[in-house]
């Protein structure tokens, strides 16, 4: 059994979360904890607990988190300079909710990822 999470209850607007967009497929909203000038959290609506779950059922739902990444980018105005998109894939890929989701993170420059 999939077990309910933080953002199932964001979605159903029983927490309060500053949700910048919200539509049948997926909600996004700011980063209580921001690493980047902007910090937004986009996640599918139905409960996927890791990108290992995903179903080919899913494809249209993932396909609407990039392309409301890249509206909320230009609402938030840096889609020009840039920004960086993340998901995290179980415990050593460093997820902490496990209801999958992308971070949007931009508005300033973000450096490069670390090379080992």
């Known amino acids: 059994m999939v ?3 933080i953002f ?3 979605i159903r607007k029983e927490i309060p979360a500053d949700i910048v967009y919200q539509d049948e497929l997926v909600t996004a909203f700011r980063d209580i904890s921001p690493q980047a000038k902007t910090h937004i959290l986009i996640i599918p609506n139905k409960l996927i607990p890791t990108v290992n779950d995903v179903q080919p ?3 249209a739902m993932l396909g609407r988190i990039f392309s409301v990444a890249a509206k909320i980018a230009a ?10 998109l993340i998901m995290n894939c179980n415990k050593h890929g460093g997820q902490e909710v496990f209801h999958i989701h992308m971070h949007l993170l931009g508005g300033e ?7 080992k």
């Open 8 to 10: 199932s209850k964001i």
């Open 57 to 59: 059922e899913d494809e």
């Open 75 to 84: 609402q938030e105005g840096i889609a020009e300079d840039g920004y960086r």
């Open 109 to 115: 420059p973000l450096g490069k990822m670390l090379d």
């Open 3 to 5: 077990q309910e999470t």
